[in-house]
Every structure is written in C-alpha cells, then in structure tokens.
C-alpha cells in the first residue's frame, strides 16, 4: 500500500459533500469515477480510504463543471423582446 492510500487527503465525508455540490447521484458518480456504486459508498462511509486517483479525478468533473457554468455565462444572449423575430421594414 503507498502512502497516498494509507494517508488519504480527503475523508469519506468530504468526498460525500463534493459528490453533492456537482449535482450528481452517486451511481453517476461512481461511472464518472470509474468505481462501482459499492466501492465509492465504502470510500464514503470510511470503510475503505478515498484513493488518490478517485480524489484527482472528482477534482477534474469539479474542473468541467466549472468550465461548463463559465461557458454558459459567456454566451451571448438575444436582446430582451427579440424573441427571434424580424421587423416588418414597411
């Protein structure tokens, strides 16, 4: 075992709270991380230590996620009213 598995820097709980704040379920979750459900509820609940492939790869879905909101705001959006239609110039 190395040393980032028998000293993991996250605990169960925090994993659990950063799970949360993505918006996810922990079935996606555990896809996204490449575990199954079962593997990441015993990181979760403590049974096994959060490895450190499973805390830099939430740390990459937090970066996307973030990305992905920032995206989102810098789309340039249609004037209020607009509404996609065109003037009759009459």
Same mark, same amino acid.
């Given at each position: 075992? =190395?040393? &980032?598995?028998? %000293?993991?820097? @996250?605990? $169960?709980? /925090?994993?659990? *709270? #950063? @799970?949360?704040?993505? $918006? @996810?379920?922990?079935?996606? *979750? *555990?896809?996204?991380?490449?575990?199954? #459900? =079962?593997?990441? %509820?015993? !990181?979760? %609940?403590? *049974? %096994?230590?959060?490895?450190? !492939?499973?805390?830099?790869?939430?740390?990459?879905?937090?970066? !996307?996620?973030? &990305?992905? &909101?920032?995206?989102?705001?810098? /789309?340039?959006t249609e004037p209020r009213g607009s509404q996609g239609r065109t003037r009759n110039p009459v």
């Amino acid at each position: 075992m =190395d040393q &980032a598995t028998k %000293n993991p820097t @996250i605990s $169960g709980e /925090t994993l659990r *709270a #950063r @799970i949360k704040r993505l $918006g @996810i379920t922990y079935s996606e *979750a *555990a896809r996204r991380l490449g575990l199954t #459900r =079962d593997g990441l %509820n015993k !990181q979760m %609940n403590g *049974a %096994n230590p959060v490895s450190r !492939q499973t805390e830099l790869l939430l740390g990459y879905l937090e970066q !996307q996620q973030r &990305a992905s &909101a920032r995206e989102v705001r810098e /789309t340039p959006t249609e004037p209020r009213g607009s509404q996609g239609r065109t003037r009759n110039p009459v």
